[in-house]
């Protein structure tokens, strides 16, 4: 189906499920006002107002960014590189409160009519954070602890892929998290015991999986002698390193490895212990069927606030579930004419079942396969990349690296994703695959997935917008789901219209991406708000994607963990589509791709309203001359 045709299709299917209100209303709906250029308003009177407002959001952001060390670590600042968050439940409080009095004083200080159409955005997203993080704070015992990503790999992580160490004063803030620690992880496990207080348990999977990571975090040295654990290996790396560059004399090195080890064991240690005690005492209260969140205490009112936090929309349970089965059948019909293209006989599910099986669609399960499979994603986003010109003004400067996920949070069939780099080129971003089970990783999707997590997909997406200079600072790193993940998806497809996916079985990977993100659609509010079990989840999804068993698994627990969030994919993507649409309909000739591109990315990630409303002043700006 021509592009034009698949845009035209889907804002009709959209419009049709969503009841498309008219934009102002859901933008106020929203609580988003707007932004309208005030009559009157002198340009460069707009544009110094705009700049102070803009130094004014870059004081408060920073302030902000305190609250959380890990952050601007992750983010390449190393002010205060050896502090670890506070994360109890009294910080968290602390910190809406100063969210409340920073936007009461934004708006006893500021005139939103003062400002240029960037400052109206900037101070319609302060205002929208807040009203976002009200809207959570009643359900905030009902995100579950140590689920999937949870802070017992979350901290490794960071302590592994984030703090660099290029002096002994960086080697001492190391040392000072890993003392932190046991503090740190204390505090989520109070968070945990105060939820199971509430009534509110992570399923079954996700005590088996946490306490599984914790096992492999806490295993080698200097924990116990069968090899090294992970984080032993990075201290004694970068310990290394230093010592090798002359930074630090080799009697300073062992000092540290020491003083490092001293603390993994009497700081580090004990707190995962204390931890995997609790996940295994309370784990037998755990039901052994999972259910979804309107079984938890307020559990209906909790999942309509994350899909509108996810889809930044007012989109009910039933019209997303409609809007799934809707895009599921569209999807399958396509299938439908490659299965015929490449001469296939038998059903759509046969079909499925092949892919799955037929050993020509994996590498093997060997460290060779695995390279393989990593070389053919760098081949394919080079190729990527010469084609990124034609289709975009505004290009990534970041670099890019495909990497295999580490072992000690490595999951079956688990989600790539994208880790982003740092601003100034420092880190490149990263793009993460699971290789544990090579059968989950289809190489006929590879290309598929490297559209969407490298170029011109997440790494596209997220560099352009810490590279941004026109904007204050928390918008070049604050994001929406629904934009992101939205963009993600637009950019598999996109991938067609650039030249990819030549080979018929890789455009089947494009619809198999595809038509995932629609059965999110449906597996998720089947899930969450008509109490689906994870085998009913799993048999939907089998029966309409051709995805193999062991990721179908993995991604089912994973909706399971974190309500709403799979279903924003879909959402953005088709949202975004339908702006498109919208201006290739009201522009027609004058309609250029490059230009629309780069209105879309060129304000960094917006709630779904506000883009809407951005587009339409592109579409009359060109209109205009």
């Known amino acids: 189906m021509p592009i034009r045709s698949i845009l035209s299709f889907l804002m009709s299917v959209f419009l049709l499920v969503a009841c498309g209100e008219a934009p102002v209303v859901q933008e106020r709906a929203a609580g988003i006002a707007t932004p309208i250029a005030s009559a009157g308003t002198d340009a460069v009177d707009a544009e110094e107002a705009t700049r102070e407002f803009h130094a004014w959001l870059d004081e408060e952001f920073s302030v902000e960014l305190d609250f959380s060390p890990l952050s601007k670590t992750r983010l390449g600042d190393k002010s205060n590189y050896g502090d670890l968050d506070d994360v109890s439940e009294a910080a968290l409080d602390r910190q809406l409160s100063w969210r409340r009095d920073s936007v009461s004083r934004m708006q006893a200080t500021f005139d939103r009519d003062a ?88 399923p079954h999977f996700d005590y088996d999986q946490a306490i599984s990571e914790i096992q492999r975090v806490t295993s080698g040295t200097p924990f116990s002698a069968e090899g090294d654990s992970a984080i032993w290996a990075d201290i004694t790396s970068k310990l290394d390193a230093l010592a090798d560059e002359g930074v630090v004399s080799a009697s300073g090195r062992d000092a540290l490895e020491g003083r490092a080890r001293d603390a993994l064991l009497t700081q580090f240690k004990p707190a995962y212990d204390e931890i995997l005690i609790w996940l295994q005492s309370d784990r037998g209260d755990v039901p052994e069927v999972a259910t979804g969140a309107s079984a938890l205490p307020s559990g209906e009112d909790y999942y309509a606030e994350r899909l509108r936090n996810m889809t930044t929309l007012d989109m009910t349970a039933d019209e997303i579930h409609g809007l799934g089965l809707s895009e599921v059948a569209r999807i399958q019909s396509e299938m439908e004419a490659i299965k015929r293209q490449v001469g296939f006989e038998g059903s759509l599910q046969s079909f499925f079942n092949f892919m799955r099986e037929d050993d020509q669609f994996y590498y093997s399960n060997t460290d060779q396969g695995r390279a393989d499979y990593l070389a053919l994603a760098d081949e394919i986003l080079a190729d990527m ?17 495909v990497r295999r996920v580490e072992a000690f949070r490595e999951v079956p069939g688990g989600a790539a994703h994208y880790a982003r780099g740092t601003a100034d080129g420092s880190r490149p971003g990263t793009f993460y695959a699971h290789l544990i089970d090579m059968r989950a990783v289809a190489i006929n999707r590879l290309e598929n997935l490297s559209y969407h997590e490298g170029v011109p997909g997440h790494h596209m997406q997220i560099s352009i917008q810490q590279e941004l200079e026109n904007v204050p600072r928390f918008r070049t790193i604050r994001g929406y789901t629904a934009f992101s993940e939205g963009w993600g998806l637009y950019a598999e497809l996109l991938g067609k219209e650039m030249g990819g996916y030549q080979d018929p079985y890789a455009d089947m990977g494009r619809l198999s991406g595809e038509i995932w993100r629609a059965v999110r659609l449906v597996v998720d509010t089947g899930i969450h708000d008509q109490g689906w079990t994870q085998e009913q989840a799993v048999a939907y999804a089998l029966a309409n994607s051709p995805r193999p068993e062991s990721s179908v698994r993995s991604e089912v627990r994973r909706y399971f963990n974190n309500p709403g969030q799979a279903t924003a994919y879909k959402i953005g993507m088709l949202k975004i589509l339908e702006y498109r649409a919208m201006a290739e309909e009201e ?39």
């Open 115 to 202: 400002l240029n159409e960037e400052g109206k955005i900037s101070w319609d997203l302060w205002e929208f954070m807040l009203e976002r993080e009200e809207a959570s704070q009643p359900y905030r015992r009902h995100r579950y602890i140590f689920g999937r990503n949870g802070p017992q790999t979350g901290l490794p992580n960071s302590l592994i892929n984030y703090q660099d160490v290029d002096s002994v004063a960086d080697m001492e803030a190391y040392i000072s998290r890993l003392n932190q620690s046991n503090r740190y992880m204390g505090q989520y496990l109070e968070r945990a015991k105060l939820s199971v207080a509430d009534g509110i348990r992570a």
């Open 385 to 401: 990349y010469t084609r990124l010109p034609d289709f975009f003004g505004i290009l990534p400067k970041a670099g890019l690296q």
């Open 587 to 625: 522009l027609g000739s004058d309609f250029d791709i490059k230009a629309f591109h780069d209105t879309v990315l060129g304000s960094g990630a917006l709630p779904m309203p506000v883009m809407q409303a951005k587009i339409e002043r592109w579409i009359e700006s060109v209109k205009q001359g």
